[in-house]
């Protein structure tokens, strides 16, 4: 059964950093581009930023950029999103994503991340 | 707001065929497939339509999709009380680089 069970969420200053991690099995992980998608509070979807198979490929919205870093080690099935200099607009659900462009798209449950003083 | 453009809301009631409509350009359709995504209450997304008119296994053949130029539409027959979400289309945009969502269609079944 595919998994994706992400983590690092939590309540975290105007300013701050967060890490979120996502744990993926049930699938070779390696084949596949992974992504981070959120959904601000009664918002609709936003994609964040998506890594290829290998990490060689990243890319980012616009209003993350310069911010927030993907990564992935494929050797522990894991994908993870560096957050830095948060703010207010930052806070949502964060998901973890396989495939979202795909037939083997499959999303986890989310984590949420709230920006707040 | 989004580089697709979809409406709002839609309703209908139960036996009905409704759709919902998702405009881009050609920069950001062209020659890319579309993707419709169902977001029940309060659970993660889950992907209904891919590559325009493809079903993954286990989706209703109640729900069928359609690309022609720089829109796509998503079709629901037969419209049921358990299709009440909201509903996203999504593509590749290339002048961005990047994965682009429609702003969603909330959906009620009257």
């Known amino acids: 059964e595919v998994q994706l069970v992400e983590s690092g969420g939590g309540l975290v200053q105007p300013g701050g950093s967060l890490r979120l991690s996502c744990a993926a099995s049930g699938f070779t992980f390696s084949d596949h581009w992974m992504h981070w998608a959120r959904q601000a509070p009664g918002r609709g979807l936003e994609w964040v930023a998506t890594?290829?198979?290998?990490?060689?490929?990243?890319y980012y919205v616009d209003s993350v950029k310069g911010r927030f870093t993907i990564s992935r080690d494929n050797a522990k099935n894991s994908l993870y999103l560096q957050m830095n200099s948060l703010s207010a607009e930052d806070t949502a659900l964060y998901y973890c994503?396989?495939?979202?462009?795909?037939?083997?798209?499959?999303w986890g449950q989310g984590t949420l991340v709230t920006v707040s003083s | 707001q989004s580089v697709l453009t979809q409406p709002p809301s839609a309703s209908g009631t139960p036996g009905q065929r409704v759709t919902i409509s998702c405009s881009g350009s050609s920069s950001t359709f062209g020659s890319k497939t579309v993707h419709w995504y169902q977001q029940l209450p309060g659970t993660a997304p889950k992907l209904l339509i891919y590559n325009n008119d493809q079903r993954p296994s286990g989706v209703p053949d109640r729900f069928s999709g359609s690309k022609s130029g720089t829109s796509a539409s998503l079709a629901i027959s037969g419209l049921q009380s358990e299709d009440e979400a909201d509903y996203y289309c999504?593509?590749?945009?290339?002048?961005?680089?990047?994965?682009?969502f429609g702003g969603g269609t909330k959906l009620t079944v009257l």
């Open positions: 890594i290829k198979t290998d990490g060689s490929e990243k």
């Open positions: 999504v593509t590749w945009d290339d002048s961005l680089s990047a994965v682009v």
């Open positions: 994503v396989r495939s979202i462009l795909a037939a083997s798209s499959h």
